[in-house]
Every structure is written in C-alpha cells, then in structure tokens.
C-alpha cells in the first residue's frame, strides 16, 4: 500500500506541470522535508522523476500510482440525489456553490475538458469542513440526502484543489488527478480516462 503522504508527494509532482524544488515539493505536499526526500530518491530509483537541477516527472505513468493508490470510489463520499439530470447539474451546483470549494472530477470533469460519455453521476471534491453548508445549499435547492445518490461529495487529504482550474466558470481537478480518478473505476470511465490523455496530451 501506497502511504498518503506520497500520494500526496506525487500529486504535486504531477499536477503543478513544472520542475521543483525540494522544499517547495515538501511545502506544497505538506510533507516533511526528511520524508519528502525519501519518496523523491525512491520515485527516482523506479524512473519516474529526475532530482538535478530541480524535480520533474519524467515518466507520466507515474498517474497510474496514483490511480491504483487511492481509487476513486474507495473515498468516503456523501451522496446527494436530484430529479434533473446530471449533466444539467454539473453547470446548476457550480452557480450555487457561492464561495464554497469544489472541483469537479470524474465523468463530470471529463465533460468539461475531454467529453467521452454523458455523465450519470456526478463526483465532486469539497473543501473540508464544508459538508454542512453544502448539505444546506443543496436542500434549499431540491438536492436532498441519498446514500445511493448520484450526486457524490469528497473530501480528500490529497488537496484536490492543487493543479485544479476553471472551465467555462466551472472548477475541475488537474489532468493527472482527473485521469488516475477515471482510470481507477474501470470501465467506461477507463476508456474516458485514455480519451482524455490523448486530447490533453497525457504520456501514459
């Protein structure tokens, strides 16, 4: 198992699209400098990264650790159900959201920057500690409750909001958190996963 704090080290690594340094790695990942190193040797060992004159990823399968390490629907979620459509909903819950954090991801986020399928679900990361407002801004709004929902809100370690930008006023998650997102559910999503790493020029 992939301890969090390298996922972390890695979704930096992969989501800030430039080479850094060690510090600003450990700052950014909010990982000790000491353990930072180890996982940058390491990741250098297996050929992943190149540590001189500053880190850069050399090999973007290096997402694929991400996806196999923290899969998607293995996150806590809490769910949300709605009678309008989700691919309606992706732009509704971006206009209510206000000065709420959120990222889509997913289906969702494929559909703003690599449309593959049309979304039956929605996965949206949220800012921690958010949850009751979100909960309070749905209801108000007739997005009520359901643990089988598919309206799905994630609350992450990982800063999902690293690398993270905004689409036609919407926010989505980085390329390289977005594709380990959609890799890791298998199926449709896999192949959504694969289309958006051609029209975004992923090396996976």
Request: proline share 4%; charged share 25%.
């Amino acid at each position: 198992m992939i301890p969090a704090s390298a996922l972390r080290v890695i979704h930096v690594l992969l989501s800030c699209g430039r080479a850094v340094s060690l510090r600003e790695l450990s700052r950014e990942s909010g990982v000790a400098l000491s353990r930072c190193s180890r996982y940058v040797n390491e990741l250098e060992r297996l050929g992943y990264v190149r540590k001189r004159p500053r880190i850069k990823v050399v090999n973007e399968e290096l997402v694929y650790l991400l996806a196999y390490g923290r899969p998607l629907r293995s996150l806590p979620c809490t769910g949300f159900e709605s009678l309008e459509r989700p691919e309606y909903l992706i732009g509704k819950i971006a206009e209510l959201a206000g000065g709420l954090t959120y990222a889509y991801t997913h289906l969702a986020g494929a559909e703003l920057i690599a449309p593959y399928v049309v979304p039956n679900e929605i996965y949206m990361y949220v800012g921690e500690g958010e949850e009751e407002k979100w909960t309070e801004l749905f209801e108000k709004n007739q997005i009520y409750p359901s643990s089988r929902g598919s309206i799905r809100l994630v609350v992450s370690d990982l800063n999902p909001f690293y690398g993270a930008r905004t689409v036609r006023g919407i926010r989505v998650v980085s390329d390289s958190l977005l594709f380990a997102d959609l890799y890791s559910c298998g199926g449709r999503e896999r192949e959504a996963a694969k289309f958006l790493a051609r029209q975004v020029g992923l090396k996976v």
